[in-house]
Structures are given as C-alpha cells and as structure tokens.
C-alpha cells in the first residue's frame, strides 16, 4: 500500500497540505510576496527560540507562486525528487537502474 505523503503543494489551487492540515495562500501576489520574504527573512534568525530554519523552505514556496526564478527552482527539485524516488522503487524492486549508460540488454555477453 502507498504512504500518503505527509506535505503536499498544490500551485494551481494556492493551497498547502501538512498532514491533514490545509492552508490556503493568500490571493493577492503582493500579499504572497510579502508572506514569503518574511518567512526567509525569520528563518535566517531561525537560531532564535521562536523562529526555525523550516520556515526558508517555506517562504521559497511560497514564493515560488509568483516568481518565475523561484518556480523553476521548485520545479527542478521537484523532478529530481521523483527520479530518486523512481531508483529507489527500481532497486528495492531487484531491478537494475536503467538510466546508467551502458547497461542495456544488447550489450551483455
């Protein structure tokens, strides 16, 4: 049986789940904006007690909602998330990872 993802971002709805929590970001880009340079601005003092490093990744998607530079930063950990994920399954599967060059069927003696 699949897990379910414990964090999940919806950018086409502006909606982020944590758990089986839903929080809606705000409507208007220059809230967004506002939101997420706050959050990166608290999480660089995150050695305070009541601020957290956790809140970087936070701001940056937020962030990454209206900023293209940010998106395809987003965008880019996102596919490389998957292929990882993709090569462990491969692995645990007892299968060989088919993406390494040189290991095609042709080849073998």
Known sequence: ????????FYAARGEVRIGSRHF????????RIA???GLI???MLGFLPVLGFWMIPLGLLVLSQDL??????RRNF???MERR????????????DATQAGDTPDQKE
């Open 85 to 96: 994920a993709a090569d462990r399954r491969a692995r645990k599967a007892g299968r060989p």
């Open 35 to 37: 939101l997420g340079s």
């Open 68 to 73: 293209p530079v940010v998106r395809r930063w």
């Open 1 to 8: 049986m699949p897990k379910k993802p414990v964090f999940q």
């Open 41 to 43: 601005v608290g999480g």
């Open 24 to 31: 809606q970001l705000p409507q208007h880009p220059r809230t």
């Open 78 to 80: 996102v596919v490389r």
